[in-house]
């Protein structure tokens, strides 16, 4: 099956400083991911479309500015959480439409201290 | 108005029994839902997906469609401890690509 590959599984980092996490579509190519984070006991909450070589849209309440997102490429989306602060702690999950449904990467657990 | 609801539970059943969670959308024209399991610090993983009005079964799993009344739901039988988790009820809104999960349904099954 369609398999969406992310990294860091987990990082810690020093506030004020950016953080890259990755999601690869390792058979199949993803025109469009998707961006979403869920704190503790929450629900997944959709951040940004991630769209092959144009800009990505993002959801209301969303900076753009402080999340960047790049997708070069067909198989690959990054998330740039930059000047990262204690509130941006979070699990961090991408998601991609492969043929039968979404499939998610294995997220990512940032801690920002 | 949130565009998917779910009720959050926590929905306790015994070992061996159906478990029911049930979904509600707000736009009309969505036209795929999928249901979602959720273990604590996991990604989430597809259980079911469906598209067209009434019942998709896939083993101990029924997804139920009701577009005219805007509802999903999931049935699970012979529910095991294992089947313990989070379910997400997601669905995609308007003609884009996007789709909302719901806030989730926790689920305990009690041996």
């Known amino acids: 099956g369609a398999v969406v590959s992310q990294h860091p599984s987990r990082v810690i980092c020093k506030s004020g400083t950016s953080v890259k996490i990755e999601c690869r579509s390792l058979d199949f190519q993803a025109t469009t991911m998707f961006w979403y984070r869920q704190f503790p006991k929450q629900s997944l909450m959709l951040m940004a479309t991630?769209?092959?070589?144009?800009?990505?849209?993002?959801e209301q309440g969303v900076e753009k500015d402080k999340f960047l997102i790049n997708h070069a490429s067909l198989t690959l989306s990054t998330l740039t959480v930059t000047s990262a602060h204690p509130e941006d702690s979070s699990f961090y999950i991408c998601s991609a439409r492969a043929s039968y449904g979404y499939t998610f990467g294995s997220g990512t657990r940032l801690t920002v201290v | 108005q949130k565009e998917v609801e779910q009720n959050s539970g926590p929905l306790s059943v015994p070992e061996g029994a159906i478990a029911s969670l049930n979904c509600t959308y707000s736009?009309?024209?969505?036209?795929?839902f999928f249901w979602y399991r959720q273990y604590s610090g996991k990604s989430p993983e597809l259980i079911m997906s469906i598209y067209s009005n009434g019942d998709k079964e896939d083993g101990r799993f029924t997804a139920q469609l009701n577009k005219a009344s805007q509802y999903v739901s999931l049935l699970i039988r012979d529910s095991q401890p294992s089947d313990s988790a989070t379910y997400l009820c997601a669905v995609n809104i308007g003609t884009g690509n996007q789709f909302y999960f719901g806030t989730g349904t926790s689920l305990t099954v009690i041996p």
């Open positions: 991630s769209n092959e070589g144009s800009k990505a849209t993002y």
């Open positions: 736009d009309r024209v969505s036209q795929s």
